[in-house]
Structure formats: C-alpha cells, structure tokens
C-alpha cells in the first residue's frame, strides 16, 4: 500500500510536529490494513526534522527500528535534497533513545 504525504497533510509542506502526526496516524492505518506501507514524498517542497520525529520517529520508537525497516518504507524523496541527512538524523536520535525518550515524551505531552 502508498500513502502520500501531501494528500495527508493537503499541502506541500511538512513541517510541523501536528503534521507528523497526522502521518503518523495514517500510517499505522496502512499498516493494519496491509502489513507494509509506502510512504510517499511527492510534491512535498519543505520538509523539517519535526515532522520526522513525530511520524518515522515516534513509529521507531514505539515498534523498533527493524519494524520500522521492513514495513514503512520513504519513497519519491530524491527532490527533497536534505531528505537523507534529516532522516539520519531521527535515526540517531533513536539510537540514543535514552535520551531522546523522554524528549517525544515531553513534546507529545
């Protein structure tokens, strides 16, 4: 199954952590109906690691990189120039989940 950001959000940009979450919700619907999810960037223009967190990150989060891995894979990002740099970053992020932890838990507050 492929869900797209900007029919989600109604919008080219992804931004903000309400957004993420948006995505957030929509693909753990994709997940349950079909057990792998695309997730896809097309005529998104502006992307923030805000918004990653609060989609990829919180999913990394609450079911395990591996998870994350083999069932929820980023596509149509290779005009957002920044899009590998960003989401290495929310990547490091989990794996210092000791740190990051309470920080999700304070932002979703």
Avoid at 3 to 29: R, Y
Avoid at 41 to 57: E, H, R, W, Y
């Amino acid at each position: 199954m492929q869900i797209s950001v900007f029919e989600i959000l109604n919008s080219s940009n992804a931004m903000f952590h309400q957004d993420g979450l948006k995505l957030h919700h929509a693909i753990l619907e994709a997940l349950a109906k079909s057990g792998r999810v695309k997730v896809s960037f097309d005529k998104i223009k502006v992307l923030t690691t805000q918004f990653l967190n609060a989609s990829f990150g919180k999913i990394m989060v609450d079911s395990g990189m591996s998870f994350f891995e083999k069932n929820v894979k980023p596509v149509d990002t290779d005009h957002l120039i920044s899009f590998d740099t960003k989401f290495e970053w929310v990547v490091d992020n989990i794996k210092n989940d000791k740190d990051y932890r309470p920080i999700i838990s304070a932002a979703l507050a």
